[in-house]
């Protein structure tokens, strides 16, 4: 029989709670520590905080990048142009 510590303090639907103060930050040390000693030894959780992160990152760069004037432009003129005709 096979030592093994379960990472049961924890659950897989608490990690998905918590993930989002998990990755700001704002979890208390003890719950990150039970967190990160979950996902060590837990794939499906693995991939769901990479997924999460990756959705999280996409989501801050579509923020920060600013629309490029001429196509803002073109947008414009394109909705000027529609509600003239209709
Ligand atoms: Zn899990």
Redesign the pocket.
Known sequence: MRTMVE?SE???RQ?AELIGDYLDGSLPKATRELIDW??E??????A?VNTYRGTVDAAKKLREAPIPPELKQRLLSVLRARRASS
């Open positions: 990472p924890i659950e897989c990690i979950h996902i030894s837990c794939g499906p959780c693995v769901f």
